[in-house]
């Protein structure tokens, strides 16, 4: 065994040890381990930050962009935002020991009782707030983790998993419930993912090509998302200056995220009244259209094939006028990643197929993309958002960080 | 690519291109399939019967067990049980279009809908009723299926899969929604467990070397259990006339299945006084014990390590006396494999210890493992049993062949 197997397996043993005092642990316990970690959090801010500047000083020798440096950094505002999250998710209820479906087939009590799923490895880049978020709803959740952050951030996750595990200890839970891997080479996540039977579920959140390695390598149950191609299709009976409204907030309240919107259907029967009008209301954004859109708005860049196929994450959005609604979920279905799409109509019959037809982790109507969120749809905070169909689709919050178990309760009932 | 593997990826597009008509599929529509694949099979039984017949001399040249050939074996009652299996499925209530958590948050209504899981590849061994059953599951619930049964009843199962595709014709449905993999080369496994995009779930069943095959070349995820060494744990308050019956029809009602028992726990205080009523009331069962069994049970064999891990499937018990709920408990976490374990117990507080610990797919109290079944639930026939804890844990009927979206809908909401 190799110095770093030897390493990544003492972790997962370590933390499936920790787990099993989570499995049984009261939410009142919980919640005063994630005041603690609070408390060290705070405490320890200057040791935090310090790390923090030496991170961004190896990313600017090492020219990372200033978007990446931006969500890199933290500052006395950015761990006020770790700290109300540790207190947001102390807040919430807590799914464990939940009961449901409870029945008396046979004669004996049937229950479904919502317990922690074990042991999950994260595995993330970049923003280190995202090092406390995902400790505290896996633990609020009864799981230990695995926290596995992005080497440019390694000094500063560091400090906040070192914070976090005093936090444990100090609350009377085992700091092996947080486990943190302190080693830059991506051969520990190789490694890692394979730990079948010690490891449950991995989550990995960031670039496509990081969530496939894992994927492809991975022996242990993975859930992900890996990118959003978002669509939303203007009918011919949609209300279209609540369309251009729609539109615009998806693409450009925030369009670096997962679920902006990318790509824009528009029926032809309103393709000519509808497309000037966006063209006017969002100037900012690069349009790319098909040959009809640009009949309609001459001088727009013709989309090419990979357009369609493209999550930009930047002010472009690609155009294309089609026929109809079915044809609209035919274009879904076969460029779409299944996160978020939608549909602007006042047609019943236009909606209900579209909703029937498109599947998409969030299918909206008449709304943003850009509500498909955890937080937006009362769920609470989300570890990630999931494209895959099985556990968990679309926000993932504590919910779905449990599973579930059936017990039997009866008197001596046997099989006949 | 070779032409297994044109084979493949054709079969497999095939169901995905047919998946897209069973989303919006009624339930009344997928009855009326359900129905004419049952008079098919009925008017094919001939047939049927003479394929089998070719599968049962193939078998017996090859040198197949009797257990086997009786497993392979068709007969004019099993028919009658494929036919009552099918009206059985068209009975159960459709899970596709249910909607759940209906909300209002942020002025917009939003529901969780529930949605066929898309294409599912089903790999099984030996009995060709199951062929029915799993086409059958998997069409009531939305999905289009590819099958992969065993080569041993490959004749048997063509002839199955053939009426199947033959009553969806009939019933105006794509006969691709049940695709027939007709090829024994166990490379075709390897190669459909790898069409990510392609197939959406892979429900493994069949021997533990199968399964692991599986899931260490699966892109697809899998939902499997390896295999069943389930516990029972007889406390010292446990009502010992009451745990004889308990342990010996968990034992020998039918000791070739899944949730049969393989370990006994029993607490120090009171093995003296029932591990001889219970060696009396199952004579046919050979025991295996700890040295503190033995002492009491003089001339049984001894237990060595393996037997501990061991999955049975016969009259053979190992036996372990234990100093209390804990330490059954820490024997079940060890080596158990998380199926169906129990306690036998009066004392309330050593049940709801074990309940919270035992992290199993069911926990019994006072009952037969051999109750965990989909159909003894109330769930109705199930397609397999999952030892998994991501989706669907335990039995694995219509609903846990589903998944479901997010449905936004608005009136022009935007993210503020």
């Known amino acids: 065994m190799s110095d770093l197997q030897a390493y990544v397996v003492g972790l997962a043993d370590a933390a499936r040890k920790a ?110 707030n995202v090092t406390a978020d995902a400790a505290a709803l896996c633990l609020k959740s009864g799981n230990a983790v695995i926290l596995r952050g992005g080497s440019e951030a390694l000094t500063s996750n560091r400090e906040i998993a070192g914070a976090i595990r005093e936090g444990l200890a100090a609350a009377g839970i085992p700091a092996d419930a947080v486990q943190f891997v302190d080693r830059p080479e991506h051969e520990a996540i190789d490694l890692l993912v394979g730990q079948e039977g010690r490891i449950d579920l991995v989550i990995p959140r960031g670039g496509e090509a990081l969530i496939r390695r894992v994927t492809e390598r991975a022996r242990v149950p993975v859930i992900k998302h890996y990118k959003g191609v978002c669509h939303l299709y203007v009918d011919a009976s949609a209300d279209l200056a609540m369309a251009v409204k ?69 002010l472009i959005l690609a155009v294309r006028v089609v026929d109809g609604c079915d044809e609209a979920c035919a274009h879904i279905e076969r460029y779409g990643s299944r996160h978020t799409d939608g549909i602007l109509a006042s047609d019943t019959a236009a ?66």
């Open 19 to 128: 787990s099993l005092g989570l499995r049984t642990l009261s939410a009142d316990a919980k919640n005063r381990a994630l005041a603690a970690i609070a408390d060290r959090i705070r405490e320890r801010s200057p040791a935090i930050l310090a790390a923090n500047a030496r991170d961004l000083e190896r990313g600017r020798a090492a020219g990372l962009s200033a978007a990446m440096l931006d969500r890199l950094g933290l500052d006395d505002r950015r761990i006020a935002g770790i700290l109300a999250s540790l207190a947001e998710i102390a807040a919430f209820e807590d799914p464990v020991g939940e009961t449901s479906g409870v029945r008396r087939p046979a004669g004996f009590t049937l229950q479904k009782v919502r317990t922690p799923i074990g042991v999950v490895l994260f595995i993330y880049e970049s923003r280190p």
């Open 246 to 314: 729609v539109v615009v907030n998806s693409k450009v309240q925030r369009p670096g995220v997962c679920n902006a919107l990318e790509k824009l259907l528009v029926h032809a029967g309103v393709a000519a009244a509808f497309l000037p009008a966006l063209a006017a209301a969002m100037p900012q954004v690069e349009l790319r259209g098909c040959p009809r859109t640009l009949a309609i708005l001459p001088g727009t860049r013709a989309a090419v094939e990979d357009d369609w196929y493209a999550e930009y994450l930047d």
């Open 351 to 416: 909606i209900e197929r579209f909703v029937a037809a498109v599947d998409s982790a969030a299918v909206t109507v008449n709304a943003s993309t850009r509500l498909n969120d955890g937080g937006i749809f009362g769920l609470g905070a989300e570890i990630g958002i999931s494209t895959d169909k099985l556990h968990a689709r679309g926000p993932m919050g504590l919910r779905e960080l449990t599973t579930y178990k059936w017990v039997v309760r009866g008197s001596g009932n046997l099989r006949a």
